[in-house]
């Protein structure tokens, strides 16, 4: 079974801030993804990287930086905190030949006060 | 005007009812469609997944692609409370690399 985990289940950061959410994935899986899940907007893409070092902007990528050292490992860094950015955000992995089928984390709830 | 619209519901049906639950979309170049269901404080997992028109069965759960119209639907028969959930339609074109249009889910309850 894939197993997608995530640091955090809930965080609590001050505007200003710069904060670190992690995501492991154990599946060897090329691809990896943040995403922010806010009600009515759905899931929107925020950075995704498809191997070691490699990253590329989502549709959402401002205020927000990504890094990939190791493959199993992505990391989403808000250099700043913003009241905005409070959201649900989600990691997720896939294979590159089944871009379809992504497995996700069980989520990070993040509150910026 | 986004890519996937999906109603956002809340949907509430008794326990034993055919449940159908549909997105439309604009980008005639989608041609991999998904269903993700996400149950309360969990990420989403893959529901059911199609290439271009055409149905797909996996038990008590149809998945139905009519391209023409623009139009996705997942059909759920003899509906159990261990349905509730929200379900977030998915597509791709897999012409960009990895990229997938999520529509913002709609929350389903079965009542007992």
């Known amino acids: 079974d894939v197993k997608v985990t995530q640091s955090s289940r809930y965080l609590v950061k001050r505007t200003g801030e710069k904060v670190f959410l992690e995501c492991v994935q154990d599946?060897?899986?090329?691809?990896m993804f943040w995403y922010r899940q806010d009600p009515g907007l759905g899931l929107r893409l925020i950075y995704f990287s498809y191997d070691v070092k490699m990253k590329e902007k989502g549709d959402i990528p401002e205020g927000y930086s990504v890094s990939r050292e190791k493959k199993e490992r992505f990391s989403l860094i808000l250099e700043s905190a913003s009241t905005n950015q409070t959201s649900m955000y989600l990691c997720a992995s896939s294979l590159v030949p089944d871009q379809e089928t992504q497995y996700f984390g069980p989520g990070t709830r993040l509150l910026v006060l | 005007q986004k890519e996937v619209e999906q109603d956002p519901g809340p949907l509430s049906v008794p326990e034993g009812a055919i449940v159908s639950l549909n997105c439309t979309y604009s980008n005639s170049a989608f041609q991999y469609f998904m269903w993700y269901r996400q149950y309360s404080r969990k990420g989403p997992e893959l529901l059911m997944y199609?290439?271009?028109?055409g149905n797909k069965e996996d038990g008590r759960f149809t998945a139905q692609v009519d391209k023409s119209s623009k139009y996705i639907s997942l059909f759920i028969r003899d509906s159990q409370p261990s349905d509730s959930a929200t379900y977030l339609c998915a597509m791709s074109a897999r012409s960009s690399a990895s990229k997938i249009i999520f529509g913002s889910g709609t929350r389903l309850s079965i009542r007992p």
């Open positions: 199609t290439y271009s028109s």
């Open positions: 599946m060897d899986h090329e691809n």
